[in-house]
């Protein structure tokens, strides 16, 4: 019985693996759950992120909605205004600019475009962005412009499902194979590193589409942030950026450059800056096998399956709030180990098998209950009710005709000669004839009307809110019916018998005792009995 229990135990939970695997993991709703749970991880784990050295060095300064207000100049801003800002900051001798802004065209004022270049040469260490449109096509700097800029990189990032960015894509594949270019954030990380970029990109850890999740370190009030009308106006606190690695660009809402990450609404800029901090500390994430993942998928849904089918109803689900808070901790555990299993597997087939296997042991559990208490207020032979369950029944139907002023009736059938029967033919026969007798009076009765085996061959009907002459021909009807059933016996006469039957009406009552009232019916079937059998008195 028990090796019997642990092979179910197995076959359940590989079919609960199974079904997940192939139907379930698939499903946009699934992934998406998946990623809300990473998202917890990241975080959580921005507070056990340590900030890289290299990260203590790199500033934002900000085109944010106070700077739009103070240079009172009409966005976009001339190429010149940007210049200006550019010098102001290299003058302080950064260790690297990156402006995230992408100068592709010409201006109006070609003076604007030279005074652009004249900036970026001068400073000798400014990368812009670049991006790939919808259509596919790269949309770099404009040509005199890239001639002065250290070098430029793209700054898109793939979306998930849910239109939430979490990775990143270090560089482009070429439809021929080569790397088309890498992303700003990475060539910015290379240029602090010394390292070139194709060295640090093959340092990445991808997954088979070419991205990685960015390793997020916090939001925009985690690093320190410096308003670009300081840099125009020259305040006196701007010695920081010495040796610093600057990222400048737009933070205002006003640009719609916010975009929804693990940590809420973030600024593309911000997003560039905590990618540049992934490759700067080396901690890069990738995803579990995938056979750990199964392992671990079917480890936990053993757990749960072995909870459902040998605990009790409490004891598993203590199991299971167990088992999710281990899993749970398992996979920060991992997490923090920059490993990313599928979460949403186990936590799902736990919940999924404590409520349907608990779920269907406690129906199980109710049928079994029901059946139990059908067969103690039931009579086994006829299926009819008990005279335990009929006293209280009747006691319940006269309180509430007391109450409502309802008809009530009580009829009593008693089988004539049954004894003669029992002695002639045998109990057995006698039993099919009260089995027979028992279905008839059923079959042809409302189903709010209840009957009951008063004793050996008697049979108690309680009639509510029926009429008093519906009810003596109601009784009369089943009275000729049980009087016309031929019951048969093996090579030999068919058998008839009759009924006696003796009715109380509440209407009638001179006490409110149920004991009364079915000594009343009594005496009336006594009556019935007296005066010559198969008849109805009343």
């Not at 894509?169 to 194709?198: E, H, W």
């Not at 001179?510 to 059998?533: H, M, V």
Request: charged letters at 25%; a positive charge; proline letters at 4%.
């Amino acid at each position: 019985m028990f090796n019997r229990q642990k092979i179910l135990i197995l076959v359940i939970s590989l079919l609960m693996c199974l079904v997940y695997t192939l139907w379930i993991s698939p499903l946009k709703a699934a992934r998406i759950a998946n990623l809300k749970i990473i998202d917890s991880f990241i975080s959580l784990g921005c507070g056990f992120h340590k900030m890289p050295a290299a990260g203590k060095d790199i500033l934002l300064v900000v085109i944010d909605d106070e700077s739009l207000r103070k240079i009172d100049i009409k966005w976009p801003w001339p190429r010149s205004v940007i210049a200006e800002i550019v010098e102001k900051i290299s003058a302080l001798r950064p260790a690297v600019i990156c402006v995230d802004m992408v100068f592709a065209g010409k201006s109006v004022d070609p003076a604007e475009d030279m005074r652009l270049v004249k900036s970026f040469k001068k400073c000798g260490n400014v990368f812009a962005a670049a991006y790939f449109g919808n259509d596919g096509k790269y949309i770099v700097p404009d040509e005199a412009i890239a001639e002065g800029l250290k070098d430029f990189g793209f700054v898109n990032k793939p979306r998930d499902a849910d239109n939430t960015i979490r990775r990143m894509r270090p560089f482009m594949p070429a439809t021929a194979g080569d790397i088309l270019d890498y992303s700003l954030p990475l060539k910015i990380a290379s240029y602090i590193l010394n390292v070139p970029p194709g060295n640090l990109a093959r340092s990445v850890p991808l997954s088979r589409d070419g991205t990685t999740y960015i390793k997020f370190f916090g939001n925009m009030n985690r690093f320190r942030s410096i308003p670009v009308w300081k840099i125009v106006e020259g305040a006196k606190d701007l010695d920081e950026l010495k040796n610093k690695a600057v990222f400048l660009g737009v933070t205002s809402e006003a640009f719609h450059d916010i975009y929804h990450t693990p940590l809420g609404m973030m600024p593309g800029l911000v997003i560039d800056l905590n990618e540049a901090l992934s490759y700067l500390s080396k901690g890069f994430f990738h995803y579990a096998d995938r056979n750990l993942n199964l392992i671990i998928l079917f480890l936990f849904v053993l757990i749960a399956v072995f909870g459902g089918l040998r605990l009790s109803v409490l004891s598993g689900m203590f199991l299971s709030a167990a088992s999710i808070t281990v899993f749970l901790s398992l996979g920060f555990f991992l997490f923090l180990r920059y490993i990313i299993i599928d979460t949403i597997g186990p936590l799902l087939i736990i919940v999924v098998s404590t409520v349907i296997l608990h779920g269907s042991r406690y129906i199980m559990l109710i049928v079994e209950n029901i059946v139990l208490r059908k067969e103690a207020i039931t009579d086994g032979l006829t299926q009819l009710y008990l005279y335990r369950y009929f006293e209280l029944q009747l006691k319940r139907e006269m309180k509430k005709a007391r109450y409502t002023r309802k008809e009530l009736a009580l009829i009593i059938y008693d089988i004539d000669h049954f004894k003669r029967v029992n002695d002639t033919y045998g109990h057995e026969f006698g039993n099919i004839i009260l089995k027979t007798i028992a279905k008839s009076l059923k079959d042809h009765s409302r189903k709010n009307i209840l009957i009951a085996r008063y004793g050996g061959e008697e049979f108690c009907i309680i009639v509510s809110g029926m009429k008093r002459e519906h009810v003596i021909k109601y009784a009369e009807r089943l009275r000729n019916m049980i009087g016309n059933i031929e019951f048969k016996r093996d090579g030999a006469e068919a058998v008839r018998i009759t009924m006696s039957g003796g009715i109380a009406f509440i209407e009638d009552a001179t006490s409110e005792e149920p004991s009364n009232f079915i000594s009343a019916a009594d005496a009336a079937l006594y009556r019935s009995k007296n005066s010559g059998r198969d008849r109805i008195s009343v």
